[in-house]
């Protein structure tokens, strides 16, 4: 079978297993559908509120946490359903298929809007007390001043609270074309294009040796504000996500080769994950176990948390987020075995 990759020294994973190019989209991988799902609960459970589960959650653990663990899945997902298109009709008819993908997803995205704004209006009406939703999501600007908001939402300029999840989704999906297409001159230009793209919406990183203002790329959320509260980018900056959603997407591609395992990795990304674990929101606290003598080394370990800045922050996806989400993808990965067995 020819592989997704066009450079022949990359091999397709699902080749590996001697399925055909048009079943391999319909195989089921019990690890990636395992991972999602666990994802998607933790992220439920994260946005639940008054439930004592939120103290397990990974954010609470690390830097990174389930958001990172969707999106490089998504990624993978994504090499699946959209890589045999571009390798078996070519560039045009997958892009065509990406095409189709944004247009469903803009139009999930702006009907999920309205029917959570209809609900959250409706339910004081039936009876329902509740916390104000509706000033939590940030509805109230599109309510006041619907003219101008509602052409900032279907531009994607009015992005709400908690909205940001499908947009990020819609651009980086956009981008699957000129992936492909720089991966025919060689997977690595396009692997390199991913993170000058990243570096792109990372720029804040220069503020740490000295220079001030750096204007990373990033996209408004909120433009249709009065002057002053017209500044706030999209939560997820779809320019700092791409690269963990493409290095999934270049793993089940066959861009990059699987990582060995031996013990040498596996220590480094023990040594990852526990470091990253002294600098999370938890630390020993968790375990209701605070000696006096630890109070001075966790404010040491916070202030220094406070310092990293963009290196561990989440809008962007900082460079911390990427190197713990690599390190627990590996064991994760080590430990499940071959197709999870």
């Known amino acids: 079978m020819a592989t997704l990759s066009p450079a022949s020294q990359y091999q397709d994973p699902v080749a590996k297993t001697g399925l055909t190019a048009a079943s391999a989209a319909s195989t089921r991988d019990p690890r990636l559908d395992f991972f999602r799902g666990i994802a998607m609960f933790i992220i439920l459970l994260a946005h639940t509120p008054g439930n004592l589960w939120t103290r ?3 954010a609470r653990w690390g830097f ?8 490089f899945c998504s990624g993978m997902a994504s090499a699946i359903a959209f890589g045999k298109v571009f390798q078996n009709r070519g560039l045009a008819l997958g892009s065509a298929r990406i095409c189709f993908r944004v247009w469903q997803v803009y139009w999930a995205h702006i009907g999920l809007f309205f029917a959570t704004l209809t609900v959250l209006l409706l339910l004081p009406h039936l009876g329902f007390e509740l916390r104000d939703y509706v000033r939590q999501l940030n509805l109230p600007p599109f309510i006041n001043n619907v003219e101008g908001n509602l052409i900032g939402l279907l531009t ?7 909205f940001d999840i499908l947009p990020m ?6 981008m ?9 001159i060689h997977p690595f230009v396009a692997l390199g294009a991913c993170v000058v793209i990243w570096a792109g919406g990372n720029m804040e990183l220069l503020e740490l040796v000295g220079r001030e203002d750096v204007t990373p790329l990033q996209l408004p959320a909120q433009l249709w504000f009065e002057e002053g509260r017209n500044t706030r980018p999209w939560f997820f900056n779809p320019f700092g996500w791409q690269l963990c959603f493409f290095t999934g997407f270049a793993l089940m591609i066959g861009w990059l080769p699987q990582p060995p395992v031996n013990k040498l ?8 994950v526990i470091a990253s674990f002294l600098f999370s929101s938890v630390g020993l606290r968790q375990f209701d176990w605070q000696p006096e003598w630890w109070d001075d080394i966790r404010k040491w370990l916070r202030g220094v948390r406070r310092d990293m800045g963009p290196l ?9 987020r990427f190197i713990h989400m690599l390190a627990l993808a590996y064991l994760a990965w080590s430990l499940v075995g071959e197709r999870g067995k």
């Open 312 to 320: 561990a922050i989440k809008t962007d996806f900082g460079l911390f």
């Open 64 to 71: 990174s946490d389930a958001t990172e663990m969707f999106v």
């Open 169 to 174: 989704y819609l651009v980086i999906l956009a």
């Open 265 to 272: 990795l596996v220590g480094l990304a023990l040594v990852v």
């Open 156 to 162: 994607l300029t009015y992005v709400p609270n908690y």
């Open 56 to 58: 397990w959650i990974p």
């Open 176 to 184: 699957i074309p000129l992936m492909m297409a720089l991966s025919r």
